[in-house]
């Protein structure tokens, strides 16, 4: 099932483009969560660039899919996305948890695409569960896709939400796991083992796929086969990496929740610059 | 005089109201069958869902239902429908502002021979701090039923707080209007103001019949809605009455003392004196038993009554 190269090439070069936004916002913020931003750059640009059903022009169609970033702190990843689809002028990124902005350190509803805010984790599948059992009771055929954190599904809350999600057949919802390993105190099996994670979610009545969260071709396959998954919800376990695309951020704890100084900005941008460039040659 | 539950007619009215109103979902976490839920959930299986004893996992879900458009009930005890869910609560559904209308039954000491466990006494003071929430107390069954179409009707996010037991439908009552408090009987002025809320206002009625007969003049005044708190009407009572007595049953901290007391200090300085349970938990008995043993009662109202006018002299 190969897609057309020209739409991998373009959900690429999104990915990159969020990625530099979001390096631009988080310096100029001088605070906020990079690490898990960059880490699950491909998986919203998937998403809102070609997965989705959704219009910028109108944010609240009614038949639109929902999208709920239960890991609120990488908003900056949403913000970047929604901004790039024509959501809100993309100035207004540099406005990042300023006081008086609309984009505020974790998502609001002020922002147009935004359904519900976030950032006390652990709450987002659940919120998730009640959009699918509306849709389920209004028969409407719009899809949810909730993205988690690893180190959240620590919370017993998404647990709750995980079990009642299967009881109530919800196949339209699809949750995402960002598996990029770390949380702010360290690396996930050293402050709290979600091991054997493939089996818990398995255990708990969800159709399981495992993807290499950072290639587009991957995602995109997961994603329409999550879709004809019948009965039952499907969790999408996506293998990120902390800090993706920035070499001194990847795999880095500390960047979970350091903004880059001005001049690690610089370097930053002139990596992903690189590999704009890159991409573009192959 | 009629008795009734409060939790039956809330069952009723959510039927009544689901029947015209399609938007209407009814959420509850295995306490259907004593919240009532369960006879919306008959009638409409298909807008009723039961989350299992995972509160939780229903209040956010009920964030995620109202953020689609839906109108959504939230019933269960008033124990786990407030300490165990704040975070939901507050930032699942009051920081969206979502039209989630949380109706908790079983509060207060009457829960009776469960125990302290069950028998909330901070409900009201934990999400009174909220912002967005609004928060009603109804005195009776009847009240109750106005309460339910008032949040209804009024965007945002609600807290109404049931009993378990039994209670006598009051006469006398003014018609339920949010954020307003009334006197019964027309009266405004007199030796003291016995502000209630909840079961409470029949204990103060009873008291103020006690009062009379002793030839002191009591205002009874129902003050149903917690949140927003009707600051003007509290500064009438205290204009006009020499001495203010709050009851509830509830924690003095936190609930209708503190939120009386609030508006007191900062538009009319005031003494005034709590009827409440007084930082201490609960513990099983009946009900009777209980409101007599933390001095919840007509009597115990009456006497804090007296002793205050007697201070105040």
Redesign the interface.
């Known amino acids: 099932m190969a897609r057309p190269e020209e739409k991998i090439k373009l959900l690429k070069s999104k990915a990159n483009q969020m990625r530099k936004l979001i390096v631009r916002m988080l310096a100029k913020a001088a605070s906020g969560h990079p690490g898990g931003s960059l880490s699950s750059a491909d998986i919203i640009a998937a998403l809102y660039f070609s997965v989705m059903r959704h219009d910028p022009r109108d944010p609240c169609w009614g038949d639109r899919d929902?999208f709920?970033l239960s890991k609120g702190h990488c908003c900056p990843a949403l913000y970047a996305a929604l901004s790039l689809c024509g959501y809100f002028p993309e100035e207004k990124l540099l406005t990042l948890r300023a006081l008086g902005s609309m984009l505020q350190g974790h998502p609001?509803?002020k922002v147009p695409g935004v359904?519900?805010?976030?950032?006390?984790l652990g709450?987002?599948l659940?919120?998730?569960?009640?959009?699918?059992?509306?849709?389920k009771?209004?028969k409407k055929d719009w899809r949810v896709y909730c993205l988690m954190g690893d180190g959240e599904l620590q919370e017993?809350?998404i647990w709750?939400?995980a079990?009642?999600a299967a009881?109530?057949k919800l196949d339209n919802l699809c949750g995402i796991v960002d598996f990029n390993r770390f949380q702010i105190d360290g690396r996930t099996e050293a402050v709290m083992n979600l091991e054997p994670l493939v089996n818990k979610w398995e255990a708990f009545g969800w159709h399981v796929m495992e993807c290499d969260g950072h290639n587009i071709e991957e995602l995109l396959g997961a994603f329409d086969k999550a879709k004809f998954i019948k009965l039952k919800p499907t969790v999408i376990i996506a293998h990120t990496v902390k800090g993706k695309g920035v070499s001194f951020m990847e795999h880095v704890v500390d960047f979970h929740g350091r903004a880059p100084t001005e001049q690690e900005r610089d370097i930053a941008l002139a990596e992903l610059a690189d590999i704009e460039k890159d991409e573009e040659k192959l | 005089m009629e008795a009734l539950y409060a939790r039956d007619v809330y069952g009723k009215t959510l039927v009544e109201l689901g029947r015209k109103d399609h938007d209407i979902?009814v959420l509850d976490a295995d306490l259907s069958g004593s919240t009532r839920t369960i006879v919306f959930g008959k009638e409409f299986p298909?807008?009723f869902?039961n989350?299992?004893v995972?509160e939780?996992?229903?209040?956010?879900?009920?964030?995620?239902?109202?953020?689609?458009?839906?109108i959504v009930f939230a019933s269960t005890f008033a124990m786990f429908a407030t300490a165990r869910v704040l975070?939901?609560v507050r930032?699942?559904i009051c920081?969206?502002n979502f039209n989630v209308k949380i109706v908790a039954t079983h509060a207060g000491l009457t829960v009776g021979e469960d125990g302290a466990s069950h028998q909330a006494l901070e409900d009201v003071n934990f999400l009174r701090a909220i912002p967005n929430m609004k928060i009603i107390v109804p005195c009776d069954a009847k009240e109750a039923r106005s309460a339910v179409i008032a949040a209804y009707q009024t965007k945002g996010p609600f807290y109404i707080r049931l009993g378990r037991s039994k209670t006598n439908v009051l006469e006398d009552k003014k018609d339920f209007v949010l954020g307003k408090g009334y006197t019964f009987g027309g009266q405004s002025r007199g030796d003291v103001a016995i502000i209630a809320c909840g079961i409470m206002v029949e204990q103060a009625l009873l008291a103020a019949g006690k009062l009379k007969n002793k030839g002191i003049s009591a205002t009874v005044a129902n003050i149903h809605t917690i949140k927003p708190i009707d600051a003007d009407f509290i500064v009438e009572l205290a204009r006009n009455h020499e001495a203010l007595l709050i009851c509830e049953e509830h924690q003095a901290i936190g609930g209708l003392y503190s939120a009386v007391c609030e508006v007191l200090a900062s538009r009319f300085p005031r003494r005034a004196v709590s009827v409440a349970v007084n930082d201490s938990f609960g513990q099983s008995g009946s009900p009777k038993e209980l409101l007599e043993f933390y001095g919840l009662t007509a009597d115990s109202i009456a006497a804090k009554t007296e002793e205050l006018l007697r201070e105040q002299d």
């Open positions: 929902r709920h609001d509803r359904e519900v805010a976030s950032g006390s709450q987002g659940s919120i998730s569960v009640g959009m699918s059992l509306a849709a009771m209004d017993g809350n709750e939400a079990m009642s009881h109530f | 979902v298909e807008r869902v989350f299992g995972a939780q996992n229903m209040m956010a879900a009920a964030a995620g239902l109202a953020s689609c458009g839906k975070d939901q930032n699942s920081y969206n």
